[in-house]
């Protein structure tokens, strides 16, 4: 594929992404409200269900995902359940020092993916990006097979960088809040930005 549209994608995909949106919540409120254990895999399946959506648009899948509607409604919701969960397990576990997360049980690696596939499967945002988007960015039905290869790679590696910063830059945060009291009042403001995004993927 050329060059430039390689790159003019990978600019507009970047801020797509990086801006604010229900991905981002999820990510940046489990990191604040749980640490970082398990962010890689739940950010894994954010990235997968960009691909999944990417390749629906390259092969020209967009009515065919139309046709499943009902499926990815069930995707949708399942999304914004889990993410309510989330909030639910952050007002309500009991803080008693900022190692809680540490202590806290892991949750699997599948269901991290399952659930990050699932949040950025009922994303507006992100179907809206892939689907409407993409077609006035680059000639999709230009795209061959290494082209659509290309595609993938640069759409990873632009969400790996993205991804990689909101954690990081949580993590940081996190880290100043050291009292049970703060982490608590933490815990609640990331559970109600975990709730928002949930009424986000799940009204629309």
Not at 82 to 98: D, M
Not at 125 to 152: H, I, Q, R, W
Not at 155 to 178: D, E, H, Q, S
């Amino acid at each position: 594929m050329d060059l430039a549209a390689l790159v003019a994608f990978a600019a507009i995909l970047f801020v797509a992404a990086a801006s604010p949106g229900p991905g981002i919540a999820a990510i940046v409120a489990r990191v604040l409200g749980r640490g970082t254990d398990g962010a890689v895999a739940f950010t894994v399946g954010l990235a997968i269900g960009d691909v999944v959506w990417l390749t629906c648009a390259i092969f020209g899948l967009a009515a065919l995902a139309q046709s499943f509607h009902g499926v990815f409604v069930a995707v949708k919701l399942a999304g914004a359940a889990y993410l309510l969960w989330l909030a639910w397990k952050l007002w309500t576990t009991p803080v008693v020092a900022r190692e809680i997360a540490a202590q806290a049980p892991k949750e699997g690696v599948l269901k991290l993916l399952a659930a990050g596939l699932a949040v950025t499967l009922g994303n507006p945002k992100t179907m809206v990006f892939y689907l409407a988007l993409l077609p006035t960015v680059l000639d999709v039905a230009s795209v061959t097979a290494l082209g659509y290869a290309e595609l993938v790679g640069v759409t990873l590696a632009v969400l790996g960088i993205v991804f990689a910063g909101y954690i990081l830059l949580a993590a940081r945060a996190r880290r100043l809040f050291t009292s049970p009291r703060a982490m608590r009042v933490l815990n609640r403001v990331t559970g109600t930005v975990m709730a928002g995004a949930a009424a986000a993927v799940a009204t629309r």
